[in-house]
């Protein structure tokens, strides 16, 4: 039995169809792909959650692609583009705010530089002396003493983390750690009887 005409007819239009729907379909996805390509490793650093959102979006519709349906791949490609476009605009915003931050931080450790290693000093230059001493001052008990001295090391180690987080680029990593020695270094000039600077 003979297949009507028109079926054979329609079956032929259908494939022409999907021929010049696939070409479109596919530059559509090489596209999305080569914009997250481009900015890939800038998106994996300040926008990771919104990169994965977008590779995620990428690989359903490849998938699509990949099982010949092509028609909801152009269906589909509005919102892929609009995906991309978005992550392009988080990320700007997220880099701006981290360059931003790391200026504010670079500026605010060039004067904990300065000062943090002085009062680092004028804790060991006291904790020096009150351990040679016969008898601690009246207002530094043994057990603030032994407290301060512990407590030096630390914000040594701390100060020696931030130096090395500022070295590596790190500015705001650095600062943190530096404020973090500097407000132990107050508590503990009070221990040892001393006025913060």
Known sequence: MRSPRWIIVAAALLAVGCANQKEPAEKAVAAAES???AI????????????QGVESTIAGVKDKLAKGDYKAVLADSPQLTAAVNSLKET?????A???????????????????????VEAIQSRVDILGKSKKLPKNVSQEAFDSAKSRL???????AEATSAF???NAVDAA?????VRQTGTEVLQQLG???G
């Open 153 to 159: 090391e630390t914000m040594k180690a701390t100060w």
């Open 167 to 169: 070295a590596a680029g």
């Open 194 to 196: 001393m006025t913060p």
């Open 40 to 51: 890939r490793e800038d998106a994996a650093k300040y926008a990771p959650e919104a990169l």
């Open 176 to 180: 943190a750690k530096a404020n973090s």
């Open 91 to 95: 990320l700007a915003t997220k880099k």
């Open 35 to 37: 914009a997250v390509a």
């Open 97 to 119: 705010e981290a360059e931003a931050a790391a200026a504010a931080a670079t500026a605010e450790w060039n004067t904990l530089s300065a000062d943090v290693p002085k009062m």
